[in-house]
């Protein structure tokens, strides 16, 4: 019935606008498919340009060749570890932390507020906190990829969000039960907060996952660097003698690269993977943060 | 008096004791982690040197702040600090607003959901993966010169990013490409919050498509808009530092040199480590006077405000 009300200039307006977003859409998804098909193509073909739609010279080669380099593996693990380790302790200590600011009768709860909000506007900047990081021992050891990141007061502010909407009666009745504060935490809050702990996994997942800087400034080993920091190593410094061996000592047709681009792929593939599964838990998420305080 | 409620206090702080064990963690976590460095900025106003400690070192007084306003490059890198950023809010802000106002004119749920789901895509990309793509179609013998050259726009290939008067263009269009989906998540949140019998009604009062999201869904957003805008003008010394670091080099660093950039290469490249937190201090306390300057604008154009 509306249909046929329409006027021509809404169908126009429609149309057009439909037209819009499948070009937003395929400018999105191009450079992606791009890569891809790139790097399942042989790296000496690719050379020669013109891989557009399709592989030409089909093979998986260049996946084979970053498998077999230990460097880029040892990454890879170091990458997993971080991300792991980082994000269990960074969602768990937050929403520690958040669980009681979500309490009006807190004491010291302004002050506790006030200093964290100031330190969303302020802060020491690169070199104090370099020098710091150098005071504590952390250059060069694994623990600067989890310490310097186990809290953060953004995502503190989407917890303490989400903590104020749990209906106080359920903490009321376990606290008769006996229960403290840590236990009801435990016991009570944390499984009725699926959605925002996934929000908040998902936000530190990916910080972790894609960080290259603490790599490039904090690390001098090269066992320790994440697959981020390979990755832009070979970005600057491209053709680096480390990428050339790679690509030569397994087969012949690869090339840096074609090894660039399949490392690429690997490194974003489990992102792209996760995010679709999350994306109604980070689009509320992100409003709780945005509403309040 | 005064003894039985200094008790009542602390039988207060005795029975939350249990929350307070939780939230000082937290409290010492950041004090270490977030306060110590920012005393860290007395070697702004010093001679720091790793031989010493920050506290022994010679004063140097405002010496690192007159360097960096003399340098030669000050001119050139508030130039495109600034340059980078305006451009960035001037075209890049109102995009995601626009994308979000008509993504919600798309009536089909499933595939308006489709394109939301691959419009955050690319947000999910790190910045080296996309700068490192970029290197290489933008260089001479890369995809994008392949395509310019062969339907005849270029005669030429060029070297995009060894020219620095291509680079505050890439920059916005690799953060737009990057961002738009993303930055539109909470123009569309906000839209959906919008009574529809508004529109119904303005249905039948005979309003045309552009009618009303000009008068119904333009005027509902305002607040969120302007909250996003104070932030955005707010972060103005604050370049892409990701993006800037990956995309600039030698050749661009005349149209590729920002601030963020400059306090890396003084401080961790040159061990400059006290004029590199004096520039840093520098853009923290700008930014924080543009944080306020915009907050109170809106504050009086909008009656909207962060605080």
Same mark, same amino acid.
């Given at each position: 019935? &509306? ?27 191009? +450079? ?10 042989? #790296?000496?073909?690719?050379? $020669? ?35 792991? @380790?980082?994000?269990?302790?960074? /969602? $768990? ?9 979500? &309490? ?22 690169? @070199? ?61 809050? $944390? ?23 603490? #790599? ?9 660097? +994440? ?7 070979? /970005? ?58 | ?10 039988? =207060? ?30 070697? %702004? ?28 490059k000050?001119? !050139?890198i ?11 809010? *001037? ?36 910045? *080296? ?92 957003? =305002?607040?969120?808009? %302007? ?12 370049? !892409? ?16 040199q920002v601030i963020d950039t400059y306090v890396y290469e003084m ?12 520039i ?13 300057? %915009? ?13």
């Amino acid at each position: 019935m &509306k249909r046929a009300n329409r006027t021509n200039g809404e169908i126009v307006f429609d149309w057009a606008n439909n037209i819009f977003m499948l070009l937003i859409c395929f400018i999105t998804l191009y +450079p992606i498919w791009y890569i891809l098909i790139n790097s399942f193509n042989e #790296g000496s073909d690719a050379m $020669l340009g013109g891989i557009f739609w399709w592989p030409r010279e089909f093979t998986t080669e260049n996946y084979q060749a970053v498998f077999a380099n230990a460097g880029l593996m040892k990454s890879f693990g170091i990458t997993i570890a971080r991300t792991f @380790i980082g994000t269990v302790t960074n /969602v $768990l200590f937050t929403a520690m932390v958040a669980y009681p600011l979500s &309490k009006e009768r807190l004491m010291g709860r302004k002050l506790y507020i006030t200093m964290g909000t100031i330190t969303m506007f302020f802060s020491g900047g690169l @070199i104090p906190g370099f020098l710091l990081f150098k005071n504590l021992g952390l250059l060069d050891s694994f623990a600067v990829y989890i310490i310097p990141s186990l809290f953060n007061f953004f995502n503190l502010i989407i917890f303490v969000n989400f903590f104020k909407e749990i209906p106080s009666a359920l903490e009321e009745s376990a606290s008769i039960d006996g229960a403290n504060d840590i236990l009801i935490f435990l016991r009570i809050i $944390l499984p009725l907060s699926k959605p925002v702990l996934a929000t908040i996994a998902l936000f530190t997942g990916v910080y972790h996952w894609n960080d290259y800087f603490s #790599g490039v400034i904090y690390i001098n080993n090269p066992d320790l660097q +994440p697959v981020q920091t390979f990755l832009y190593r070979i /970005v600057a410094e491209s053709g680096s003698t480390q990428m050339m061996a790679a690509a030569t000592n397994v087969v012949k047709t690869t090339t840096s690269l074609s090894i660039k681009l399949s490392t690429m792929v690997i490194t974003t593939f489990p992102i792209i993977c996760v995010y679709p599964f999350l994306q109604k838990y980070f689009v509320k998420g992100m409003l709780i943060g945005a509403v309040k305080e | 008096m005064e003894k039985t409620s200094k008790k009542k206090l602390f039988e =207060k702080l005795w029975s939350q004791k249990y929350l307070q064990l939780m939230v000082i963690p937290g409290i010492i976590w950041m004090f270490i982690f977030n306060y110590i460095p920012m005393t860290g900025i007395v070697i %702004a106003f010093k001679d720091y040197k790793v031989t010493r400690t920050m506290w022994e070192a010679d004063w140097a007084g405002l010496e690192h702040f007159v360097e960096f306003f003399t340098d030669p490059k000050f001119f !050139n890198i508030m130039t495109n600090t600034l340059g980078i950023s305006l451009l960035k809010l *001037v075209i890049g802000f109102p995009l995601p607003i626009i994308f979000a106002i008509l993504l919600n004119e798309i009536k089909n749920a499933r595939y308006k959901r489709s394109i939301q789901t691959i419009s955050y895509l690319p947000h999910f990309i790190s910045w *080296v993966v996309l700068g490192g793509l970029l290197i290489t179609w933008l260089s001479e013998t890369g995809m994008i010169n392949e395509v310019l050259v062969n339907f005849g726009i270029l005669d030429e290939p060029i070297s995009f990013l060894a020219d620095p008067k291509y680079f505050w263009g890439l920059t916005l269009i690799s953060d737009t490409w990057k961002e738009l989906g993303w930055s539109a998540i909470i123009y569309l949140a906000a839209i959906s919050g919008i009574d529809q019998q508004m529109y119904e009604a303005a249905s039948i009062d005979g309003a045309t498509k552009v009618q009303k999201i000009w008068h119904i869904t333009i005027p509902a957003i =305002k607040g969120t808009i %302007a909250v996003m805008f104070i932030l955005a003008v707010a972060g103005m010394l604050n370049s !892409n530092f990701d993006q800037i670091f990956l995309l600039g080099n030698v050749l661009n660093a005349d149209a590729s040199q920002v601030i963020d950039t400059y306090v890396y290469e003084m401080g961790l490249r040159s061990g400059r480590y006290s004029y590199a937190t004096a520039i840093g201090l520098f853009k923290s306390v700008i930014a924080l006077i543009l944080l306020l300057i %915009a907050n109170f604008t809106t504050k009086k154009l909008q009656g909207r405000s962060l605080f």
